[in-house]
């Protein structure tokens, strides 16, 4: 049973996503554990382009609302399909980077 909580927004977004992806079986972003294959789904929450070397790299932040992660896709601009909402399953190689998960070029599927 979920502990009741005040109604800040941050708040209520975390209930929503727990919410929503309650019945995706696979791993909570807060229990994802460095250093192995992980699965985790969550909803996209933001995305940008970073030059690295001279290749661009998506970074595409998906939180699941128990915490955030990092998907990073070298030498690519953007994914058909991939963008803030939608909900995306993420398969992976974990890491920790700058205190956050961080998965390199993850298999993905786009959720509906």
């Known amino acids: 049973m979920r ?3 005040s109604s ?3 708040e209520i977004d975390q209930v929503r996503l727990q919410d929503r992806f309650a019945e995706v079986h696979c791993t909570r972003i807060v229990d994802a554990t460095a250093r192995e294959c992980v699965v985790i ?3 996209v929450q933001g995305i940008q382009v970073v ?3 001279g290749s661009p790299w998506l970074e595409v932040t998906v939180g699941d609302g128990s915490g955030r992660a990092v ?3 070298t030498g690519r601009k953007r994914i058909g399909g991939m963008e803030p909402g939608r909900a995306v399953l993420l398969e992976g190689m974990a890491g920790i980077v700058r205190g956050r998960l ?3 070029n993850p298999a ?3 959720l509906g």
């Open 8 to 10: 800040s927004t941050d």
């Open 102 to 104: 961080q998965l390199m």
């Open 108 to 110: 993905y599927t786009l």
């Open 71 to 73: 998907a990073v896709f």
């Open 51 to 53: 030059p690295r070397a």
């Open 3 to 5: 502990k009741r909580l």
């Open 41 to 43: 789904s969550g909803e």
